[in-house]
C-alpha cells in the first residue's frame, strides 16, 4: 500500500511557526476525514486537529487558537499550520485519513521539536 508522506517538520523555536504537509495517495474508495496526531515521549498518541470532506474542523483544547488544519482536495493534501509554538508541542506528528471504506490509513510521522 502507498503510504502517506508527510513532510515540513523540524526544528524551531519558541513562539516560532511551521507548517506540515500530507500527501495522499489516490485510494479507490474516498476520504471522509483527514487529521493529524502527535505522540511526545513517553506519552500517548493523541488527536491534534481533524477535518471532514465537508470542511468540519476538530481541535484539540491545547492547540486551539494556535494550529489551522486545511485540505486541498484536488491535490489530495492536508496541511497542519502550526504558529505559537512552544515546547509542550514538540512530539511526532502523524498524518491520518479515513476512507468511506472505512479504512484507516497512518503515515510514518515528522519530528517537531521546539526549543525553550
Known amino acids: 500500500q502507498a503510504q502517506l508522506v508527510e513532510s515540513g517538520g523540524g526544528l524551531v523555536q519558541n513562539g516560532g511557526s511551521l507548517r506540515l504537509s500530507c500527501a495522499v495517495p489516490?485510494?479507490?474508495?474516498?476520504?471522509?476525514?483527514m487529521a493529524w496526531y502527535r505522540q511526545a515521549p513517553g506519552k500517548q498518541r493523541e488527536l491534534v486537529a481533524s477535518?471532514?470532506?465537508?470542511?468540519?474542523?476538530t481541535y484539540a483544547d491545547s492547540v486551539k487558537g494556535r494550529f489551522t488544519i486545511s485540505r486541498d482536495n484536488a491535490k489530495n493534501t492536508v496541511f497542519l499550520q502550526m504558529s505559537s509554538l512552544n515546547p509542550e508541542d514538540t512530539a511526532v506528528y502523524h498524518c491520518?485519513?479515513?476512507?468511506?471504506?472505512?479504512?484507516?490509513?497512518w503515515g510514518q510521522g515528522t519530528q517537531v521539536t521546539v526549543s525553550s
Open positions: 491520518n485519513i479515513i476512507t468511506s471504506l472505512p479504512a484507516t490509513y
Open positions: 489516490r485510494y479507490r474508495f474516498s476520504i471522509r476525514t
Open positions: 477535518i471532514t470532506s465537508g470542511g468540519t474542523t
